[in-house]
């Protein structure tokens, strides 16, 4: 393997001590994000694309990896991805259930980093504005430039960016410093611009037009990757599942069955599969069926959906999707959240229920149990279960060594390495 496919970009892992895990809020997004999107079809180079095998690419092509921090319980997974000639570094949420790339400019009220055009060499101003609106009264907006964006160690030249000049609180106090859509142009809004994915197929930076992720668990490390041009077919536990798309907005497939250990509950539905979504989200008969299983969870008007926090409910068989005709699982592990604040011997539920969607969202509550390809050009979804890695305790010698280097000498000041 040459110098250039060992490329490997890899971050620390880092915690946000004053993070708060808000399992409400996440649904409010969540839902308002995907409530009766308004497709604008545009026809272009991604009609053109040729058929190619995402098996070979994953063999083939050069490895353009983006290491994911994870935060508080899995709520968020963050990049840092460089923008600007002089590589300004923002932590960007990767969403696969948004299709624009934006962070704050320098004007902008945050306490989080902001873009400096004027350092930057390769900036280009673009005309236009762009505004994004929530239902959750959560809404960012600006004007549009162009630049250099490095994702990876993959470098797009040109992409259009969305530099917001306002923003609201929630944005503001977020861990993140923007977001980086992989959905399909057509929910753009930023009418007229190729989104990130797009401008690394028609500019050649990647062998096969897909990209995949896997997201780690908090109890099991953490972190998390995506690849550009090919997947870890290492991360894949047996063969790809290849769902195709049923409407080209987000990444929504077909679910043809849903079950709770083996019992059939006769629900179908459309599926969205949403990087950019903390929690598994569906209207609410749908939630109900899934929680009659689980012996003392209930629906409560201020907190959601809870369930017990016990060794019983914690051994339940979880529930599956069945897609593509296979049935793709989700563990009690990943449903059982952060405690629920006065309710003690509860914990939030990884299930929400909403019934402003008509479809439902497969957050990453889904997706940290399965391995998944996105594949623009032949307009499907792979899934596969995924392979996590086995968690390596330190040594004895290491956790002495990480010790004295956080414990402060008498009368010196603490330094962290």
């Known amino acids: 393997m040459s110098e250039e496919q060992e490329k490997v970009l890899s971050f620390q892992l880092t915690s946000n001590p004053n993070f708060t895990v808000r399992t409400p809020e996440s649904v409010k997004h969540a839902t308002a994000k995907h409530e009766e999107p308004k497709p604008k079809p545009k026809k272009g180079f991604l009609s053109r694309l040729k058929e190619l095998d995402p098996k070979t690419a994953a063999a083939n092509t050069p490895l353009y990896y983006e290491a994911l921090t994870d935060v508080a319980r899995d ?36 306490r989080r980093r902001r873009f400096i055009k004027a350092n930057s060499t390769s900036f280009k101003p673009v005309k236009g504005k762009f505004q994004i609106s929530y239902g959750d009264g959560s ?100 063969e790809l599942t290849w769902c195709p798309v049923t409407v080209k907005r987000y990444w929504q497939i077909k679910c043809d069955g849903l079950f709770f250990g083996d019992v059939d509950l006769q629900l179908t539905s459309d599926v969205i599969v949403d990087t950019g979504t903390t929690l598994v989200i569906v209207p609410t008969d749908v939630a109900k069926a899934i929680h009659n299983h689980i012996p003392g969870s209930y629906y409560d008007e201020n907190n959601g959906w809870i369930v017990p926090n016990t060794p019983e409910v914690a051994n339940l068989p979880g529930f599956q999707l069945l ?5 793709f699982e989700v563990i009690m592990k990943d449903l059982m959240r952060e405690e629920v604040e006065g309710k003690e011997g509860f914990v939030y539920s990884g299930i929400a229920s909403s019934d402003r969607i008509t479809t439902w969202i497969l957050g990453d509550v889904f997706i940290k149990q399965n391995y998944c390809v996105f594949d623009l050009g032949q307009e499907r979804v792979g899934i596969a279960k995924c392979k996590h890695p086995v968690r390596v305790q330190p040594s004895i010698l290491e956790q002495m060594k990480v010790a004295a280097v956080a414990t402060p000498s008498k009368g010196g000041k603490c330094t962290i390495m």
């Open 323 to 327: 897609l593509g005709g296979t049935k």
């Open 139 to 238: 809404a960012v907006r600006g004007f549009l430039g162009q630049d250099r964006v490095n994702i990876g160690g993959l470098v797009i030249e040109d992409q259009v960016i969305g530099l917001a000049t306002a923003q609201s609180m929630s944005f503001s106090n977020d861990v993140i410093d923007g977001i980086l859509g992989l959905g399909f142009n057509s929910i753009s809004c930023m009418p007229g611009t190729l989104t990130p994915i797009d401008n690394m197929i028609k500019q050649n930076l990647i062998q096969s037009p897909i990209f995949s992720v896997w997201l780690g668990r908090s109890t099991d490390g953490g972190g998390g990757e995506y690849r550009f041009g090919s997947y870890d077919a290492e991360r894949v536990d047996g």
């Open 75 to 110: 709520v968020q997974y963050f990049a840092e991805v460089e923008i600007g000639s002089n590589m300004q570094k923002f932590r960007l949420d990767l969403d696969t259930g948004s299709s624009d790339l934006w962070v704050a400019d320098i004007t902008c009220k945050t």
